[in-house]
């Protein structure tokens, strides 16, 4: 059975979370400090009832453990994207190596965050997102071959289309927007970072290798030992 947790009192219009977890403790806390900042928060506990809730529909963001049980959080989040769904979705899990990383956001999650994680830092992030998402406005950015859409966060180079998580998507927009010009890692991580967040260590070049398996390793340009960009050219 899910738990269900009510939104924030007075808040109008509150956002609807998901929480996949098994964890009683971290679910609990979670819950709460959702509900504190106004979300409403349906909680599932384990794999299954996890899917079933997602392809019930109707939230505006998913938070995924992976090793839930009944069915993997990876197998979740695959089923879940093979079926076209692009709600926003975070990994929540105690796998902090490199390799697990680059899976999760080449399976299409949004982010991915460490246990144990900073709860402050996960509301900030999850507001990020939400507010991102929130944008109706549709806009397209151009530079060499690439094209992104700030609506639907799809990117288009040399005739591919994909689309991108969150912060592939915060990536590619900040180089766009500087054709020409080589950012640092320390400029890049100012576009990927907010709220006092700490900065995980080779978040850079894990959305970067995210970005070139989708597209090519052209798409982003590495000038070594200064930073990266794109080439400088409106289409």
Known sequence: ???????????NAAKSILLIEDDPMIGQSLIRALNDIGMKVDWARDGIKGQASI??????????????????????????????????????????????RVIGLDEGADDYLVKPFGVRELVARILGVLKQNG??????????????????????????????SAREFALLQALIEYPGMILSRSQIEERLYGWNEDVESNVVEVLIHAVRKKFDNEIIRNVRGIGWMVTKHTP
Request: with cysteine; net charge negative.
């Open 135 to 164: 944008d109706n406005t549709q806009t397209l950015l151009g530079s060499a071959e690439i094209t992104i859409d700030t609506m639907t966060k799809e990117a288009t180079y040399r005739g591919k289309t994909h689309l991108l």
């Open 55 to 100: 392809e019930s529909g109707g939230y505006d963001l998913v938070l995924l453990d992976l090793g839930l049980p009944g069915r993997s959080g990876m197998e979740v989040l695959r089923a879940m994207r093979a079926c076209g769904d692009r709600t926003p979705l975070f990994i929540i899990t105690a796998r902090d190596e490199i390799d697990d």
């Open 1 to 11: 059975m899910l738990q269900h947790a009510s939104g924030y009192p007075g808040t």
